[in-house]
């Protein structure tokens, strides 16, 4: 296998590296080239049938077998306690192949033109469109949540590699004139190889919002997954080689905080982007101070969700709803700090209520459900901790909060929970202070905006906010004074790919989606040209 260097000439010193590389691989280990998982097996599964046997690793253009299975994990299907796969962790080897594979196709992808790298990303996202129904599925399987939310998520992410493919082309510099006839411009350039460390809740979509705006600036990139859902980022890895990248500009490596270590610590990494818990983030940001690489922290929250009594009721429940429940609860932006103005907090937990009792929970794959599995049993065990704290602190369970076991036999091993609305809280309970992340709704009233303004910014999280009002100025008046990074008026958790993400506070810095995106994949080079005479000093 000597695909990279065929029909090059050996006087390029770019493509000879390449070249080399490839033969190093070679003798190293042979890429798998058959997909981890035939359509037709994934379209024949149904929930607690499926085992992934294949590799999930994936770098020079193939999948790629571990070096050795020891420190293999097992990894569970939410809804059914039932071995999905095992995951192996890659080691130092593995990690230096995987970045040394990912650099060689830097070297080629970075000098094609913004409008070639473009076809190869519209062609990715045109076969993720197409295999949308099997990617959703398996992204179910993985992490439990509903077929119906996974089908969005994964066409949020050939949107954003559709978004990004657009703008590849658009990256451009600026041209300043200087006094003489002299001038200079500047240059969007890539930075290199990125590490992307994921998180278990969006697998695909994160894979997705990392990768596609590292690419579109002519980057590589190596991708960590969450040890608890290894599956379905090995699948984006194999669409982008069907795509037609350079081998090697998509790699994936499982592993868990030693192997996050291994990439952030490799001298060829220039950039780390990471979504994940605030201290696993600090240590992130530790870790590329050392070697002086750009970081974006996408972390957790504990957003305020704000409702005032003018709102449109009907509406500002389903914001609640929307705000608390996707994904089992275990979303960082949930606005899970509900305050409602007193005057209509009884008519607004009589309706949120009979909603949320109204989830239907139970088997992911099935159409009807709304509610799946936690992601796993020391999860649910956490997220019911909190509400049995919660008890004790005085707070009252209005519905929900408990293991929920679905009649389905086959699912009486999942990690299912009824949703959970709490009442009577108070600012400084346990639940009100701490991200849960689960399916759990703490709900406080208030009385004046100056007064639940104070206390939605009283946390040391940023990431989201919302407002429900009918008074336009309020909305943004509210807005402006909230700190977050994001803040919805009139709707929550709605994530087009057009606008950037990302938080305040300990909520992590940097932006995901949207145009400045590229700013964080880019660096900017300042080429000064002198057209006369050097007017030297000396
Ligand atoms: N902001 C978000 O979207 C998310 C926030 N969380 C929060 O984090 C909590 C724990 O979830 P985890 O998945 O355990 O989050 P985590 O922060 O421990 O892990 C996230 C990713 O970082 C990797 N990682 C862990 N330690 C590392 C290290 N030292 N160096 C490099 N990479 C490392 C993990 O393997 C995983 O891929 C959740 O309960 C929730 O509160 C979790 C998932 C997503
Ligand atoms: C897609 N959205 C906005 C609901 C959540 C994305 C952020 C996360 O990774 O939790």
């Given at each position: ?299 957790g929250g504990k957003s305020p ?31 899970t700090r ?48 909190f509400?049995?704290q919660a008890?004790?602190e005085?707070a ?29 809280c108070t600012d400084d309970m346990t639940c009100v202070k701490e991200e849960i992340?689960?399916?759990v709704?703490s709900?406080l ?10 206390r939605?910014?009283n946390t040391t999280f ?44 300990m ?32």
């Amino acid at each position: 296998m000597i695909s990279q260097g065929e029909g090059k000439t050996e006087k390029d010193p770019v493509q000879l590296r390449c070249f080399t590389y490839t033969l190093i691989f070679t003798k190293m280990a042979q890429p798998l080239r058959t997909p981890v998982l035939p359509a037709a097996v994934i379209r024949s599964a149904s929930t607690g049938t499926l085992e992934v046997k294949e590799p999930l690793n994936f770098w020079c253009g193939g999948r790629m077998k571990p070096k050795d299975e020891k420190n293999a994990e097992r990894v569970y299907e939410p809804a059914t306690g039932h071995v999905l796969c095992e995951m192996v962790p890659c080691g130092a080897e593995e990690v230096d192949q995987a970045v040394q594979s990912a650099h060689s196709a830097y070297l080629k992808w970075s000098k094609m033109a913004g409008m070639e790298r473009a076809r190869v990303m519209l062609e990715a996202a045109r076969i993720i469109r197409e295999q949308r129904d099997e990617i959703a599925k398996m992204e179910v399987i993985n992490n439990g949540k509903s077929i119906t939310e996974a089908r969005v998520d994964i066409d949020v992410a050939w949107q954003c590699i559709e978004y990004y493919a657009g703008m590849a082309g658009t990256l451009a510099g600026q041209h300043i004139q200087l006094p003489g006839g002299a001038f200079a411009y500047t240059r969007r350039e890539p930075l290199g190889v990125c590490v992307g460390i994921g998180a278990w809740n969006y697998p695909f979509q994160i894979a997705a919002w990392k990768s596609a705006p590292a690419l579109a600036c002519g980057n590589a990139m190596v991708f960590k997954p969450s040890p608890m859902t290894p599956v379905t980022a090995v699948m984006l890895a194999e669409i982008y080689a069907q795509a037609g990248v350079p081998e090697g500009l998509f790699n994936v490596v499982q592993g868990a905080a030693e192997t996050g270590t291994l990439l952030c610590h490799h001298p060829l990494v220039a950039k780390v982007s990471f979504t994940g818990s605030v201290p696993t983030g600090k240590k992130i940001m530790e870790m590329s101070a050392k070697g002086v690489k750009p970081v974006t922290l996408e972390l957790g929250g504990k957003s305020p969700l704000i409702i005032f009594k003018d709102s449109e009721l009907d509406n500002a429940v389903k914001g609640a709803l929307m705000a608390n429940f996707l994904s089992q609860g275990e979303v960082c932006c949930n606005g899970t700090r509900v305050f409602v103005e007193r005057e209509i907090l009884p008519k607004f937990l009589e309706e949120v209520v009979k909603r949320t009792k109204a989830i239907p929970i139970g088997d992911p794959l099935l159409d009807g459900t709304r509610m799946g599995a936690l992601i796993s049993r020391p999860h649910l065990d956490r997220v019911l901790g909190f509400i049995s704290q919660a008890k004790k602190e005085g707070a009252r369970v209005l519905c929900g909060g408990e293991p929920f076991v679905p009649t389905d036999p086959k699912l009486q091993g999942g990690y299912f929970m009824s949703p959970c609305v709490l009442d009577n809280c108070t600012d400084d309970m346990t639940c009100v202070k701490e991200e849960i992340f689960g399916p759990v709704m703490s709900v406080l009233p208030f009385d004046t905006e100056e007064e639940v303004l104070q206390r939605a910014n009283n946390t040391t999280f940023g990431l989201a906010a919302g407002v429900f009002t009918r008074d336009v100025a309020r909305a943004h008046r509210v807005a402006e004074n909230l700190q977050a990074g994001t803040c919805f008026i009139n709707n929550y958790n709605i994530s087009p790919v057009e606008v950037p993400f990302g938080g305040y506070k300990m909520s992590g810095f940097g932006r995901e989606n949207g145009q400045v995106t590229i700013e964080y994949y880019s660096q900017l080079k300042t080429v000064v040209v002198e057209m006369g005479e050097v007017d030297s000093l000396f």
